[in-house]
């Protein structure tokens, strides 16, 4: 079974950075591409940010670009999503998430095979 753990969220003012974890571990495959998603209360889940295994494909979504990157760490099987600037309408809980295979980044939740539990992330004013 492959887990997918994240960390990092917590509560922050407006204009501040975090820094989310996701660690991935379990069944090893190979290659594995990974994505950021939110979901904020009442609203569909949205992608936030996808990286392909090689890291030679990155795409970041219409709303945090500028702001959020994502990035990852093979050797440490581990993905990261550094957000800056944080604004009121981040808030949300933040999941991790994986597909397999060594193909683009992809910005449909469906297309992913495994998911984190997600953590809060709450912007405060």
């Known amino acids: 079974q492959v887990q997918l753990v994240e960390s990092g969220g917590g509560l922050v003012q407006a204009g501040g950075s975090l820094r989310l974890s996701c660690a991935v571990s379990g069944r090893t495959f190979s290659r594995y591409g990974a994505g950021w998603f939110r979901q904020a209360p009442g609203k569909e889940r949205e992608f936030v940010a996808g990286i392909n295994w090689s890291v030679g494909s990155i795409y970041h979504g219409e709303s945090v670009k500028g702001r959020f990157a994502i990035s990852r760490d093979n050797a440490k099987n581990t993905v990261y999503l550094q957000m800056n600037s944080l604004k009121l309408e981040d808030t949300a809980v933040y999941y991790c998430?994986?597909?397999?295979?060594?193909?683009?980044?992809?910005?449909?939740?469906?297309?992913?095979?495994?998911w984190g539990q997600g953590t809060q992330v709450t912007v405060s004013s």
């Open positions: 998430a994986a597909f397999v295979g060594s193909g683009s980044p992809r910005p449909n939740a469906f297309e992913y095979d495994y």
